[in-house]
């Protein structure tokens, strides 16, 4: 199948049209213009790779409409909590994730030029958009990139059923002599909320297995789920899926790994307490916790030979014995530079539920854009 079938539902949009776009409608709400591009780059990177579920597809419902509630903090104010000459904590003051997130790798990635390595842990912070972005900019730098964060619960703790954990995904990425760097970038959850919000536009039927309900069976129900999901009446499985069977004790450990390292560090909330809701059902703030690590190679034997390497084995598995049928293997990374090379050259595919919400939003503010569906 070729790559834009896919999307035949679609239109497609100049990802420099979309990212201003974006752009604009943070600036309406408040936020500060630099800000809003750290913001709307980090949207529209994730557009560029082909990872819809968290590029313009969460500008409204994250950003814009938390901002309207008055639970996320247009401008960002960074307080540096503690520092040491490899370490660091900041404080997002529960203003824009992408903001504190951007400082908190450039922080790490400064450190670890000087003693080679880096970390720095963030505390009351919103999300951050794709954290594959972060550890991008480790890997622009010649350096390993790892990041994780917690989110608001929505995975059951294996045998349990129970939304206890957020999709809390591990991130690793490093350069490889290809055009591309490995970047691993998923949640420790079979799926996670973004990709049941682009079933739930596309009108399909969950997985079973993705989710279980209270009762321990699994749900396909996208729509409701959504609701559930918000109100503890379903949950997510770890990786791996329910039960020991097929180790999804391997995700749930995982997950709470990523907990652990994104509220104890720094002294943050976590687990239910990133819910978004008080006792009596009213929206507060998610004050999320990240972690970000960089990794300099040049300080172990070079980054020429990792590179190398690293290329190598990426080549190796990609042309090790395929399963019958099987037309590729894929290595992570591989995918979203696939997605990069078609898309730089037709821009972002926008569902008909986005576009309506493009509209919505411009004619809200009185932007000036006429879109490409319009004419």
Not at 86 to 108: E, F, I, P, R, Y
Not at 160 to 168: D, Q
Request: net charge negative; aromatic share 8%; proline share 4%.
């Amino acid at each position: 199948m070729a790559y834009q079938d896919q999307y035949k539902e679609c239109e497609w949009i100049d990802f420099e049209v979309l990212e201003s776009f974006m752009k604009d409608c943070l600036v309406k709400s408040g936020v500060p213009e630099d800000d809003a591009k750290i913001v709307s780059d980090v949207l529209i990177e994730s557009d560029k790779r082909g990872i819809d579920s968290h590029g313009i597809g969460r500008l409204k419902p994250i950003y814009i409409d938390r901002i309207d509630w008055g639970i996320l903090n247009p401008e960002t104010k960074v307080d540096i909590v503690k520092e040491t000459a490899t370490t660091a904590v900041l404080d997002g003051n529960n203003g824009m994730g992408h903001v504190v997130s951007k400082q908190a790798m450039q922080t790490a990635i400064d450190k670890a030029k000087e003693n080679g390595m880096g970390m720095v842990a963030v505390r009351n912070s919103t999300h951050y958009g794709i954290a594959g972005y972060y550890s991008l900019m480790a890997c622009d730098n010649g350096m390993i990139g790892i990041t994780g964060t917690n989110a608001r619960p929505s995975i059951a703790p294996t045998f349990g059923v129970e939304n206890m954990l957020g999709t809390n995904p591990l991130t690793i990425g490093f350069p490889t002599d290809e055009e591309f760097p490995f970047v691993l970038d998923c949640a420790t959850s079979v799926t996670q909320r973004g990709k049941i919000e682009m079933y739930s536009r596309m009108g399909k039927e969950l997985t079973p297995g993705w989710v279980i309900g209270r009762n321990g069976k699994t749900r396909t129900d996208t729509d409701q789920v959504l609701v559930d999901l918000t109100k503890g009446q379903a949950a997510l499985a770890p990786l791996g899926g329910l039960g020991e069977d097929t180790a999804g004790f391997k995700g749930f450990g995982y997950s709470t790994v990523v907990e652990v390292l994104s509220a104890a560090l720094q002294g943050g909330s976590f687990l239910k307490d990133l819910n978004g809701f008080d006792e009596d059902g009213k929206r507060i703030p998610y004050p999320l916790g990240h972690f970000f690590i960089a990794i300099n190679i040049d300080a172990f034997l070079g980054i020429d030979l990792f590179r190398k390497i690293a290329g190598s084995i990426m080549r190796d598995l990609r042309n090790s014995e395929k399963a019958p049928g099987a037309e590729r293997i894929y290595t992570a990374g591989e995918k979203e530079h696939i997605a990069w090379e078609y898309r730089k050259e037709h821009g972002c595919p926008v569902p008909k539920v986005l576009r309506n919400q493009m509209v919505e939003m411009r004619d809200r503010w009185g932007l000036d854009y006429s879109f490409p569906w319009e004419d």
